[in-house]
């Protein structure tokens, strides 16, 4: 059994119970992970970054509140913050199920359905270390254009991870928007929903983690889901679409929409990777 001293004060204070044992948890490329015992036998997560800009878990937190309000996909409490740490409860990692998968799908489907009042948000957020800009706008291809694309797609190129020929072809889409996208009311999206911010639960239950929420198109949400793979991921959709039927179905050419809502992402991961997410995001672009 190990404490570490500074890491354990700082979570009892925040707490007001006496941590019993720390352990680093691997896997984060941000902030620093521990796993922590306390004293009256619960399991906590800690996440720690010194250098953290000004209201990063704070936004985190927020996220993670506005999920739960919803009544739908499960989320790990918040148990306390500060300027520099978010202390979670633990969630036991268990087995990928179908069942657990179609549970997912169909809490998914009421999350989005609970609703958001805006394009946005009432505060900006993060993805990843990146900022993620939420200042309202009327309709989703607007606010895809000018909070999700468009930003992106600038720093990637200053940066040099987008060439000028990519940014060309994926500049020429921003303009179809309106006619591509389809007009329905705001989702409350989870916004960063990919494989590694999806946990599956020893008790069955899966739990979404890392949340950078606003209210957006749920497409954007499956998009992100589809781009890099998910155990069971078919049924975790039918199940979602059999949930969403008989409130507000998705509508048709939802499957072919994916792509187009993945540029956003793949672009997150051009700013902070290179590689080669730019020029797939122009192949994307260049479909439509």
Known sequence: MTRQPLVAKRAEDLLGTAVVSTAPVAGGDISVATRMRLSDGSTVFMKTHHQAAPGFFDAEARSLAWLA???????????????????????????????????????????????????????????????????????????????????YLKLARDRGHATEQDATVIESVIGRLPDLLPDESPSRLHGDLWNGNVLWGLDGVVHVIDPASYGGHREADLAMLSLFGLPHLPRVLDAYREASEDVRPLVEGWEDRLPLHQLFPLLVHACLFGGGYAARAAEIAARY
């Open 69 to 151: 309000d919803a009544d739908g996909v499960a989320t790990p409490q918040v148990l306390g913050q500060d300027e520099e740490c978010l202390i979670l409860r633990w969630i036991e990692s268990g087995k990928t199920t179908p069942e657990a998968a179609a549970n997912f799908g169909a809490a998914l489907a009421r999350t989005h359905l609970s609703g958001a009042d805006e394009f946005g948000w009432d505060h900006d957020g993060f993805i990843g270390r990146l900022p993620l800009p939420n200042r309202t706008a009327p309709t989703w291809p607007e606010f895809f254009a000018v909070r999700r694309v468009l930003p």
